[in-house]
């Protein structure tokens, strides 16, 4: 089939290669001139396992094509994915102005028929304000009765970062909100190659396939913030917030995933869509309790850390105790196997750090460039090459994200290259009772015996 994404980003990009490599012949339009050149030679502009070789194999086989030309992709694909970003208003509602913009683009070079189909996250009624777009454009082109046809179908997106290219090839579902079987027909043809086991395909009306969106992150936020609540409470009575991991996860209908308990969550999905669902919330008169105490717990929990900081060194009797002082900080990237900086936790620590006057070296194994790009050159911040690098000089090292290399780290020369021997770990990589045997203050996430 003939699929067009506009909004070559994260999601566009990693489900437009998965496509292409089932055999589709996919169009990718962005308007990032930049982007668009390095994809043509062969520059990713982000980091996901596995998405390399699927980009390259593709485009070098015809099947994946990079453009700027908006034209060409209304007319390639009779399939027209809208992808791009809907980053939170001022308010914390959605702005679909670059939803919208595609949806003009669409109509205005659109001469055959068209599905559209919103993959953006977008809030419920997204759909008929798309539609609408279409329509007004396509009325100052055409006469009455003579304009192509074309529906707006939602399929929203349910790939996690550092996992995307393995999301799309095995999805759990597939979400397909329409009101027309043709619709629904040619989105069966698409998605076949990746519906074989068994039924994934879930059909639904179009405001019920938005909310689900919302609804599944919004769930999983607030499966974070339910632990980290747990946590704050298990360091006040003397608990141990892994045990009690262990201990409710062994019950199915809990679970063990998603309850690791830890500095917050970031990345750019979970912190705006749990706000995007409370201003819709609050748009039809009914206030979302739960998720308001989600955002609010998460925004107490990215300040854990410096909480942790300030009371080991006395920040509150001396508002000088760190000033000038060097932290070491592994993982800046918001989760692990991405180099994603939007809302990571690193960022609230390293604002926070500095305002205090301390100053940081940091280390990520792929966020690096993303870090310079988001931070710029300053004289508070050094990006170093490796995580051992980052020590040299340090007076205490921080954990803000759990990459893999960095669970069974060297402890000797962790003691001999930091000034004090002090960890503050935002995602409990390590026992307590071994840090302890190995002399560092560890400090970490609701374990009252590191505290
Ligand atoms: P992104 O910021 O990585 O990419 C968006 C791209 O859209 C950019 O390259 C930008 O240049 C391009 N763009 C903007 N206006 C355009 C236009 N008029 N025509 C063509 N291209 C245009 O965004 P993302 O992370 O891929 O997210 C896209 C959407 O998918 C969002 O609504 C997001 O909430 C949702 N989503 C994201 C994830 C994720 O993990 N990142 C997962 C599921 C859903």
Redesign the pocket.
């Known amino acids: 089939m003939k699929v067009t994404f ?7 990009l990693v489900q437009a290669a998965v496509l292409a490599d089932a055999g589709h012949d996919v169009c990718c ?4 001139q930049n ?1 668009i050149d390095n994809l043509k030679k062969g520059i990713i502009p ?1 980091y996901e396992p596995g998405l390399t070789p699927i980009v390259e194999d593709n485009y070098a086989s015809g099947r994946l094509h990079f453009t700027t030309d ?1 034209e060409f992709g209304v007319n390639f694909g009779e399939l027209q994915f809208i ?4 980053p939170p208003d001022e308010d914390g509602s959605a702005d679909l102005k ?1 939803v919208l ?2 949806a003009e ?1 669409i109509a205005m070079h659109m001469t055959t028929s068209k599905i559209v189909v919103d ?4 809030p419920v009624g997204t759909a008929d304000k798309v539609s609408a777009q279409i329509e007004q454009v396509l009325n100052t082109r055409f006469d009455s009765g003579k304009a192509p046809t074309f529906s707006v179908v939602s399929n ?6 550092g996992s ?1 290219v393995s999301d799309c090839k095995r999805p759990d579902r597939i979400v397909i909100g329409t009101d027309s079987s043709d619709a629904e027909d040619l989105m069966r043809e698409l998605y076949a190659p990746f519906n074989r086991n068994h039924e994934k395909i879930i059909v639904m009306d179009i405001k019920s396939a938005e909310l689900t ?1 919302y609804a599944a992150n919004c769930m999983l936020a607030t499966k974070i913030s339910f632990m980290n609540e747990m946590a704050n409470i298990a360091e006040l009575v003397g608990a141990d917030i892994e045990n009690v991991r262990h201990g409710i996860g062994s019950d199915p209908r809990i679970g063990y995933q998603f309850i690791y308990p830890g500095c917050g969550y970031g ?3 979970f912190p ?2 749990v706000q995007a669902l409370v201003q819709t919330a609050d748009g039809i008169g009914y206030e979302s309790q739960i998720l308001k105490a989600v955002e609010a717990v998460n925004f107490r929990q990215k300040h854990k850390l410096f909480e942790y900081i300030s009371k080991h060194f006395g920040l509150s009797e001396n508002p000088n105790a760190i000033k000038g002082k060097t932290f070491a900080l592994w993982g800046l990237s918001f989760k692990p196997n991405t180099d ?1 900086m939007r809302a990571a936790s690193s960022l609230v620590l390293m604002e926070a750090l500095w305002k205090a006057g301390a100053k940081v070296q940091a280390y990520d194994p792929e966020a690096m460039e993303e870090t310079q790009r988001v931070c710029g050159n300053r004289a508070d911040l050094t990006l170093m090459g490796t995580k051992e690098s980052a020590l040299k000089g340090a007076d205490a090292l921080v954990i803000c994200t759990e990459w893999q290399n960095f669970r069974a780290p060297d402890f000797g020369l962790i003691k001999e290259s930091l000034s004090n021997s002090v960890i503050f770990d935002g995602r409990n990589m390590f026992e307590p009772l071994r840090m302890k045997k190995k002399g560092f203050d560890y400090y970490c996430i609701g374990r009252a015996l590191s505290v």
């Open positions: 506009y909004g070559i980003g994260y999601v566009g339009v962005d308007i990032d982007k982000i908006a992808a791009v970003g809907t670059y913009k595609v683009t993959k953006s996250t977008v929203p997106e349910f790939l996690k970062e995307a969106k990345g750019s999905c705006k869509d994603d």
